[in-house]
Protein backbone atom coordinates (compact mmCIF):
# COMPACT_ATOMS: atom_id res chain seq x y z
CA UNK A 1 0.00 0.00 0.00
CA UNK A 2 0.81 3.74 -0.36
CA UNK A 3 0.57 6.17 2.41
CA UNK A 4 -0.80 9.25 1.04
CA UNK A 5 0.49 11.58 3.86
CA UNK A 6 -1.20 15.18 3.35
CA UNK A 7 -4.84 13.29 3.43
CA UNK A 8 -4.13 11.54 6.61
CA UNK A 9 -7.33 10.42 8.23
CA UNK A 10 -8.86 11.60 11.66
CA UNK A 11 -7.89 8.18 13.14
CA UNK A 12 -4.98 7.95 12.05
CA UNK A 13 -3.78 11.50 12.81
CA UNK A 14 -4.85 11.23 16.48
CA UNK A 15 -3.23 8.11 17.58
CA UNK A 16 0.17 9.96 15.83
CA UNK A 17 -0.52 12.89 18.18
CA UNK A 18 -1.37 10.39 21.23
CA UNK A 19 1.95 8.57 20.21
CA UNK A 20 3.58 11.96 20.86
CA UNK A 21 2.42 12.05 24.56
CA UNK A 22 3.48 8.61 25.20
CA UNK A 23 6.89 9.56 24.68
CA UNK A 24 7.64 11.00 28.64
CA UNK A 25 7.23 7.25 29.50
CA UNK A 26 10.26 5.51 27.15
CA UNK A 27 13.71 4.96 28.06
CA UNK A 28 16.09 4.23 25.32
CA UNK A 29 19.96 2.59 25.29
CA UNK A 30 21.74 3.72 22.58
CA UNK A 31 24.41 1.56 21.88
CA UNK A 32 27.28 3.36 18.98
CA UNK A 33 30.36 5.21 17.17
CA UNK A 34 30.12 8.17 19.41
CA UNK A 35 31.26 11.35 17.11
CA UNK A 36 31.81 14.96 17.67
CA UNK A 37 30.69 17.17 14.41
CA UNK A 38 32.49 20.41 14.73
CA UNK A 39 31.79 23.37 12.41
CA UNK A 40 33.34 26.59 11.25
CA UNK A 41 31.05 29.15 9.50
CA UNK A 42 33.61 31.90 7.49
CA UNK A 43 31.80 33.84 4.86
CA UNK A 44 33.34 33.59 0.86
CA UNK A 45 35.13 36.62 0.28
CA UNK A 46 37.61 36.10 -2.74
CA UNK A 47 39.12 32.82 -4.85
CA UNK A 48 42.55 32.28 -3.50
CA UNK A 49 45.38 33.29 -5.86
CA UNK A 50 46.88 29.51 -4.69
CA UNK A 51 44.02 27.42 -6.30
CA UNK A 52 40.59 28.03 -7.50
CA UNK A 53 39.18 27.67 -4.08
CA UNK A 54 37.02 30.28 -2.34
CA UNK A 55 38.91 31.99 0.50
CA UNK A 56 36.35 32.05 3.64
CA UNK A 57 36.68 34.75 6.48
CA UNK A 58 35.99 33.38 9.93
CA UNK A 59 32.99 33.83 11.89
CA UNK A 60 32.30 31.53 13.63
CA UNK A 61 32.34 27.57 15.46
CA UNK A 62 30.85 25.52 17.09
CA UNK A 63 30.17 21.49 18.10
CA UNK A 64 26.88 19.47 18.10
CA UNK A 65 26.75 15.28 18.75
CA UNK A 66 27.04 13.61 15.83
CA UNK A 67 26.76 9.47 14.67
CA UNK A 68 25.41 7.53 17.52
CA UNK A 69 24.77 10.22 19.73
CA UNK A 70 22.26 12.12 17.75
CA UNK A 71 19.29 9.33 18.15
CA UNK A 72 20.26 9.10 22.14
CA UNK A 73 19.92 13.28 21.34
CA UNK A 74 16.79 13.16 19.79
CA UNK A 75 14.97 10.66 22.11
CA UNK A 76 16.27 13.12 24.68
CA UNK A 77 14.73 16.15 23.43
CA UNK A 78 10.98 14.29 22.68
CA UNK A 79 11.09 13.93 25.96
CA UNK A 80 12.32 10.07 26.39
CA UNK A 81 15.16 9.13 28.69
CA UNK A 82 18.49 8.31 26.89
CA UNK A 83 21.07 6.50 27.78
CA UNK A 84 24.23 6.30 25.91
CA UNK A 85 27.27 3.66 25.54
CA UNK A 86 30.00 3.75 23.62
CA UNK A 87 33.47 4.65 23.42
CA UNK A 88 35.23 8.73 23.25
CA UNK A 89 38.75 9.47 23.64
CA UNK A 90 40.50 10.43 26.88
CA UNK A 91 41.09 13.68 24.81
CA UNK A 92 39.57 17.43 24.80
CA UNK A 93 36.99 16.55 21.92
CA UNK A 94 35.82 13.63 24.27
CA UNK A 95 35.56 16.22 27.52
CA UNK A 96 33.72 18.45 24.59
CA UNK A 97 31.71 15.76 23.69
CA UNK A 98 30.38 14.55 26.96
CA UNK A 99 29.52 18.52 28.14
CA UNK A 100 27.32 18.55 25.07
CA UNK A 101 25.72 15.39 25.83
CA UNK A 102 24.84 16.43 28.84
CA UNK A 103 23.31 19.98 27.75
CA UNK A 104 20.47 17.53 25.74
CA UNK A 105 19.89 15.82 28.80
CA UNK A 106 22.08 12.46 27.98
CA UNK A 107 22.91 10.29 30.70
CA UNK A 108 26.52 9.60 29.79
CA UNK A 109 27.51 7.22 32.36
CA UNK A 110 27.93 4.38 30.13
CA UNK A 111 30.77 6.17 27.72
CA UNK A 112 33.46 4.28 28.14
CA UNK A 113 37.61 6.47 27.80
CA UNK A 114 40.33 4.93 25.79
CA UNK A 115 43.41 6.55 25.72
CA UNK A 116 44.55 4.60 22.96
CA UNK A 117 41.85 5.98 20.28
CA UNK A 118 40.69 9.22 19.14
CA UNK A 119 37.37 10.42 19.81
CA UNK A 120 36.07 10.74 16.18
CA UNK A 121 35.50 14.29 15.27
CA UNK A 122 33.94 15.28 12.01
CA UNK A 123 35.15 18.57 10.68
CA UNK A 124 32.78 20.55 8.73
CA UNK A 125 34.49 24.25 6.92
CA UNK A 126 31.01 25.75 5.80
CA UNK A 127 30.30 28.74 3.60
CA UNK A 128 27.94 31.31 4.79
CA UNK A 129 26.75 32.24 1.58
CA UNK A 130 23.55 34.43 2.79
CA UNK A 131 22.23 35.09 5.81
CA UNK A 132 20.23 32.19 5.77
CA UNK A 133 22.48 29.59 2.85
CA UNK A 134 25.25 27.87 3.96
CA UNK A 135 27.06 25.56 1.63
CA UNK A 136 29.31 22.94 2.93
CA UNK A 137 33.00 23.19 1.58
CA UNK A 138 34.99 20.09 2.88
CA UNK A 139 35.10 17.39 5.19
CA UNK A 140 37.76 16.32 7.27
CA UNK A 141 37.24 13.23 9.56
CA UNK A 142 39.66 11.98 12.54
CA UNK A 143 38.89 8.43 13.11
CA UNK A 144 40.01 4.62 13.96
CA UNK A 145 37.84 2.31 12.71
CA UNK A 146 39.88 0.10 14.86
CA UNK A 147 37.32 -2.77 17.05
CA UNK A 148 37.71 -2.23 20.09
CA UNK A 149 39.15 -5.02 22.27
CA UNK A 150 40.39 -6.05 25.48
CA UNK A 151 39.75 -3.93 28.75
CA UNK A 152 37.87 -1.70 26.89
CA UNK A 153 35.31 -3.97 25.38
CA UNK A 154 34.53 -5.62 28.28
CA UNK A 155 34.20 -2.23 30.18
CA UNK A 156 31.64 -1.29 27.09
CA UNK A 157 29.83 -4.43 27.80
CA UNK A 158 29.69 -3.79 31.77
CA UNK A 159 27.92 -0.71 30.98
CA UNK A 160 25.64 -2.17 28.62
CA UNK A 161 24.64 -5.29 31.04
CA UNK A 162 24.07 -2.53 33.72
CA UNK A 163 21.32 -0.01 31.69
CA UNK A 164 19.54 -2.69 29.12
CA UNK A 165 17.46 -4.05 31.78
CA UNK A 166 16.06 -0.57 32.85
CA UNK A 167 15.40 0.43 29.19
CA UNK A 168 12.14 -0.23 26.86
CA UNK A 169 14.10 -0.23 24.60
CA UNK A 170 17.78 -0.46 22.82
CA UNK A 171 18.94 1.51 19.67
CA UNK A 172 22.47 -0.15 18.42
CA UNK A 173 23.61 2.91 15.84
CA UNK A 174 26.87 2.03 13.33
CA UNK A 175 28.97 4.44 11.95
CA UNK A 176 31.30 2.00 11.26
CA UNK A 177 34.25 3.19 13.72
CA UNK A 178 34.57 -0.17 15.51
CA UNK A 179 32.19 0.03 18.65
CA UNK A 180 30.02 -2.46 17.97
CA UNK A 181 31.77 -5.84 17.52
CA UNK A 182 31.10 -9.18 16.96
CA UNK A 183 30.58 -9.79 20.47
CA UNK A 184 28.45 -6.44 21.69
CA UNK A 185 25.97 -6.87 18.71
CA UNK A 186 25.35 -10.77 20.07
CA UNK A 187 25.28 -9.92 23.84
CA UNK A 188 23.20 -6.97 23.20
CA UNK A 189 20.60 -9.28 20.54
CA UNK A 190 20.60 -11.79 23.53
CA UNK A 191 19.96 -9.71 26.55
CA UNK A 192 17.01 -7.85 24.48
CA UNK A 193 15.77 -10.91 23.52
CA UNK A 194 15.49 -12.18 26.64
CA UNK A 195 14.53 -9.24 28.48
CA UNK A 196 11.36 -9.01 25.84
CA UNK A 197 13.16 -5.29 24.64
CA UNK A 198 12.21 -3.39 21.37
CA UNK A 199 16.12 -3.97 19.65
CA UNK A 200 16.49 -1.60 16.53
CA UNK A 201 19.61 -1.07 14.35
CA UNK A 202 20.18 1.56 11.93
CA UNK A 203 23.00 -0.78 10.15
CA UNK A 204 24.90 1.49 7.51
CA UNK A 205 25.26 -1.53 5.64
CA UNK A 206 26.85 -4.12 7.64
CA UNK A 207 23.51 -5.88 7.46
CA UNK A 208 25.30 -9.50 8.17
CA UNK A 209 25.72 -8.41 11.47
CA UNK A 210 22.29 -7.78 12.44
CA UNK A 211 20.63 -10.78 12.36
CA UNK A 212 18.04 -11.41 14.36
CA UNK A 213 17.06 -7.55 15.50
CA UNK A 214 13.23 -6.52 15.23
CA UNK A 215 13.72 -3.18 13.57
CA UNK A 216 16.57 -3.14 10.43
CA UNK A 217 17.03 0.13 8.76
CA UNK A 218 18.79 0.96 5.49
CA UNK A 219 18.90 3.43 3.29
CA UNK A 220 18.12 2.23 -0.30
CA UNK A 221 21.96 2.73 -1.66
CA UNK A 222 22.62 0.39 1.18
CA UNK A 223 19.62 -2.20 0.31
CA UNK A 224 20.73 -2.32 -2.94
CA UNK A 225 24.07 -3.03 -2.50
CA UNK A 226 23.02 -5.84 -0.14
CA UNK A 227 20.60 -7.22 -2.43
CA UNK A 228 23.02 -6.71 -5.24
CA UNK A 229 20.66 -5.32 -7.62
CA UNK A 230 18.70 -2.50 -8.05
CA UNK A 231 15.41 -1.25 -6.15
CA UNK A 232 13.53 0.76 -9.17
CA UNK A 233 9.89 0.18 -8.19
CA UNK A 234 6.97 -0.43 -5.94
CA UNK A 235 7.01 -3.93 -6.73
CA UNK A 236 11.13 -4.48 -6.63
CA UNK A 237 10.74 -2.57 -3.42
CA UNK A 238 8.12 -4.68 -2.22
CA UNK A 239 10.46 -8.21 -2.81
CA UNK A 240 13.43 -6.44 -1.66
CA UNK A 241 12.33 -5.68 1.39
CA UNK A 242 10.70 -9.55 1.79
CA UNK A 243 13.95 -11.08 1.16
CA UNK A 244 16.08 -8.95 3.98
CA UNK A 245 13.84 -10.09 6.35
CA UNK A 246 13.96 -13.52 5.82
CA UNK A 247 17.51 -13.06 5.58
CA UNK A 248 18.07 -11.03 8.89
CA UNK A 249 15.54 -13.50 10.60
CA UNK A 250 14.15 -9.34 11.39
CA UNK A 251 10.60 -8.74 12.59
CA UNK A 252 10.88 -5.22 10.61
CA UNK A 253 12.21 -3.54 7.78
CA UNK A 254 12.98 0.27 7.17
CA UNK A 255 14.78 1.68 3.73
CA UNK A 256 14.62 5.03 3.52
CA UNK A 257 14.72 6.55 0.01
CA UNK A 258 16.13 10.15 0.21
CA UNK A 259 13.64 12.31 -1.63
CA UNK A 260 10.66 9.24 -2.44
CA UNK A 261 10.27 8.72 1.41
CA UNK A 262 10.45 5.40 3.40
CA UNK A 263 9.72 2.07 2.35
CA UNK A 264 8.38 -0.36 5.32
CA UNK A 265 7.58 -4.18 5.51
CA UNK A 266 6.41 -5.87 8.92
CA UNK A 267 7.52 -10.03 9.21
CA UNK A 268 4.89 -11.78 7.35
CA UNK A 269 4.58 -9.51 4.34
CA UNK A 270 2.83 -6.51 5.10
CA UNK A 271 4.08 -3.42 3.28
CA UNK A 272 3.94 0.41 2.75
CA UNK A 273 5.35 3.18 1.00
CA UNK A 274 5.37 6.41 2.66
CA UNK A 275 6.09 9.62 0.36
CA UNK A 276 7.87 12.62 2.15
CA UNK A 277 5.91 15.13 4.60
CA UNK A 278 7.54 18.20 2.51
CA UNK A 279 8.85 18.54 -1.17
CA UNK A 280 10.62 21.90 -0.36
CA UNK A 281 13.00 23.96 1.97
CA UNK A 282 15.28 21.07 2.24
CA UNK A 283 18.73 22.70 3.91
CA UNK A 284 20.71 19.77 4.72
CA UNK A 285 20.28 16.28 5.44
CA UNK A 286 22.70 15.33 8.01
CA UNK A 287 21.10 13.37 10.79
CA UNK A 288 17.95 12.91 8.70
CA UNK A 289 18.39 9.05 8.87
CA UNK A 290 19.25 9.21 12.75
CA UNK A 291 16.08 10.60 13.51
CA UNK A 292 14.14 8.23 11.52
CA UNK A 293 15.61 5.22 13.47
CA UNK A 294 15.43 7.02 16.66
CA UNK A 295 11.55 8.28 16.25
CA UNK A 296 10.67 4.66 14.93
CA UNK A 297 12.29 3.12 17.89
CA UNK A 298 10.92 5.73 20.32
CA UNK A 299 7.40 5.35 19.07
CA UNK A 300 6.93 1.46 18.41
CA UNK A 301 8.61 1.23 22.77
CA UNK A 302 5.84 3.42 23.33
CA UNK A 303 3.43 1.01 21.88
CA UNK A 304 2.73 2.56 18.72
CA UNK A 305 2.27 0.23 15.34
CA UNK A 306 4.89 -0.23 13.06
CA UNK A 307 3.78 1.46 9.58
CA UNK A 308 2.35 4.90 12.45
CA UNK A 309 5.95 5.01 14.05
CA UNK A 310 7.23 5.36 10.33
CA UNK A 311 4.62 8.00 9.17
CA UNK A 312 5.86 9.41 12.76
CA UNK A 313 9.69 9.17 11.62
CA UNK A 314 8.86 10.30 8.28
CA UNK A 315 7.29 13.65 9.48
CA UNK A 316 10.04 14.38 12.14
CA UNK A 317 13.09 13.63 9.41
CA UNK A 318 10.83 16.52 7.23
CA UNK A 319 11.23 19.19 9.74
CA UNK A 320 15.58 18.29 10.44
CA UNK A 321 15.90 18.65 7.06
CA UNK A 322 14.69 22.17 7.41
CA UNK A 323 17.18 22.92 9.79
CA UNK A 324 21.25 23.28 9.26
CA UNK A 325 23.98 20.67 10.74
CA UNK A 326 23.05 17.93 12.85
CA UNK A 327 19.63 18.99 14.28
CA UNK A 328 17.20 17.43 16.66
CA UNK A 329 13.71 18.25 16.88
CA UNK A 330 10.93 19.24 19.59
CA UNK A 331 7.77 17.55 20.56
CA UNK A 332 5.86 20.49 19.74
CA UNK A 333 7.35 21.00 16.53
CA UNK A 334 6.30 17.13 15.66
CA UNK A 335 2.81 18.21 16.49
CA UNK A 336 3.41 21.19 14.71
CA UNK A 337 4.08 19.02 11.24
CA UNK A 338 1.32 16.88 12.08
CA UNK A 339 -1.04 19.59 11.81
CA UNK A 340 0.44 21.27 8.99
CA UNK A 341 1.32 24.74 11.05
Known amino acids: MVDTPFDMDHTTHRRLLETISRFHGVSVLVVGDLILDKYTIGKPVRISREAPI ?5 QRDYVVPGGGTSPACTVASLGGHAYLAGVVGADHAGRELVDELHKYGVDTCGLVPDPQRPTTEKKRIVAQVTPSMLQQVARIDHVDRRPVSGQIEDDLLEAIEARLPMCDAVLLSNY ?33 MFHGF ?5 NQLEAEETLRRPLSSEASFEEGLAEL ?3 LDAQAMIVTRSAEGMSVMKRGGEYSHIPVTNSSE ?14 ATLAVASGADLFDAA ?20 PDELRAALIGE
Open 54 to 58: AVLEF
Open 311 to 330: RLANYAAGVVVRKWGNAVLK
Open 282 to 295: VFDVTGAGDTVIAV
Open 214 to 218: GIVKV
Open 245 to 247: LDS
Open 176 to 208: KSGTLTQRIVQRVREMASSEGKVLAVDSQGDLA
